[in-house]
């Protein structure tokens, strides 16, 4: 059964930084292009970055220059480097592949998402 799991998500101050790790349950996602999304409260689930399988990364603009996502293959494992952290960033962040992994159930598609892991950021 694929699953997500992340981890790493804490309160820290604004200019902190933390560390957040996906680790997938299926090592099919070693070659898939993989995401970091995250949605705040009252907010719709938005994309953060993206790492395809040869390491091209893609990052919105909200984070540029201070996110940084990579992957281990050999860990199977999606990280999420984030610093310089603002109020703004506080949000569940996700992973999952990209597009987000889907499966027919009951006839109809079924997204599977973690339970994410929270980051909040304030004084």
């Known amino acids: 059964q694929v699953q997500f799991v992340e981890s790493g998500g804490d309160l820290v101050q604004p200019g902190g930084s933390l560390r957040l790790t996906c680790a997938p349950s299926?090592?099919?996602?070693?070659?898939?292009?993989m995401a970091w999304h995250r949605q705040a409260p009252g907010q719709q689930r938005e994309l953060v970055a993206r790492i395809s399988r040869t390491g091209t990364t893609n990052y919105a603009d909200s984070v540029k220059g201070r996110f940084t996502i990579s992957r281990d293959g050999a860990k199977n494992t999606v990280d999420l480097q984030m610093n310089n952290l603002k109020p703004e960033d506080t949000a569940v962040y996700y992973c999952?592949?990209?597009?987000?992994?889907?499966?027919?159930?009951?006839?109809?598609?079924?997204?599977?998402w973690g339970q994410g892991t929270q980051v909040t950021v304030s004084s």
């Open positions: 299926d090592m099919m996602f070693r070659d898939a292009e």
């Open positions: 999952n592949s990209y597009p987000p992994f889907r499966r027919v159930i009951g006839g109809r598609y079924e997204y599977t």
